[in-house]
């Protein structure tokens, strides 16, 4: 198998360090990156087939992973599929519902895998939350508590809730097997004019709550989760997978093994086309997640200007 990764930027040079691994395993045959830019592509001399024309390189591979910027995903993903090749696409997988659900039907059509990277579900510490969930050990679940935040440079043509709210969102499908019915947000305008911060609350049939911190201003990193219900509490990170489980007011460090969970994914995207089974990052659930997204902006209230002095 022919494996192409698009976009060899920040991300995409990680995607593609993790399938070269996998070529040089004997996983797959081989790997071929595509970039415009030359000097991102020139990092990896000597180790996988390198192009800068998108229209040759769909022809050499059998599946790609997509890395490129949001809004040229769709094309991208299209053009792959109607190729007949097999797709791994970033979240999220499109701008518009309209086009997601193009390319669900467009792979439908081929027979062929389209994934999407809610990377989070491969994560040890979030299938181990997940089981115990499921095996009703926090009791009744008052509420969960989730902070995605970094600094970046400010964005243009897109904003914070788009670019983070995946995968909190998906993150508490995956453990609780639900989607939210209603959201209620807050969010500021900061150097620029799109929102670069805000607070939603995710509200759930079952009555459960989740409040999210999204923020592309807050210079520590973090991705951050806290389960609290009425036997046992939950405070983990979700990037070094540690996690403390409070029964009352003792604190115990859980038992979780960091995993690879690039490499996770993309050996599950692999075996996917191989299987044709394909879970648990469906383009299916990609769809929900934009759905999801869109309700979460809608409910949205802005208040300030830009601070300019930021």
């Known amino acids: 198998m022919k494996v ?10 990680k995607v593609a360090r993790e399938y070269i691994a996998l070529m040089n395993e004997g996983t797959i045959d081989s790997v071929v990156l595509c970039d415009t830019n030359e000097s991102q592509l020139r990092q990896f001399n000597g180790c996988a087939e390198l192009c800068n024309e998108f229209n040759e390189f769909i022809k050499k591979v059998d599946a790609i992973h997509i890395c490129t910027p949001n809004n ?10 109607e190729n007949n090749v097999h797709v791994l696409i970033e979240k999220p997988m499109a701008e518009s519902l309209t086009e997601a ?10 027979n062929l895998v389209l994934q999407v990277g809610h990377i989070f579900r491969f994560a040890n510490i979030v299938r ?43 993150i508490l499908n995956f453990i609780t097997e639900e989607w939210p019915i209603e959201f209620n947000g807050i969010g500021i305008k900061v150097r620029a004019n799109t929102i ?11 009555r459960k709550i989740a409040n999210i911190h999204l923020s592309w201003v807050n210079p520590i990193r973090r991705r951050y989760i806290e389960v609290v219900g009425t036997k046992k509490v939950l405070v983990g990170d979700c990037v070094t997978q540690e996690a403390t489980i409070y029964d009352e007011k003792e604190g115990k460090k859980l038992d979780i093994t960091p995993n690879n969970t690039i490499r996770e994914e993309i050996s599950n995207f692999i075996k996917t086309i191989q299987s044709g089974k394909n879970e648990p990052n469906s383009g299916i659930v990609g769809i929900r997640s934009i759905e999801m997204i869109n309700k979460a902006r809608k409910s949205i209230k802005e208040i300030g200007d830009t601070y300019k002095e930021f």
């Open 4 to 13: 192409g990764v698009i976009g060899i930027g920040r991300w995409g040079t």
């Open 72 to 81: 040229t995903h769709y094309e991208i993903a299209k053009e792959a599929l």
């Open 101 to 110: 659900f193009k390319l669900v039907e467009l792979a439908l059509s081929k």
């Open 128 to 170: 181990e939350i997940r089981r115990m969930y499921l095996n009703n050990q926090f009791g009744k679940i008052l509420y969960f508590n989730l902070a995605w935040t970094h600094l970046i440079p400010p964005m243009r043509g897109t904003d914070v809730i788009y670019d983070l709210l995946p995968h909190p969102l998906d």
């Open 196 to 206: 670069e911060a805000c607070y939603i609350q995710a509200i759930y049939e079952s």
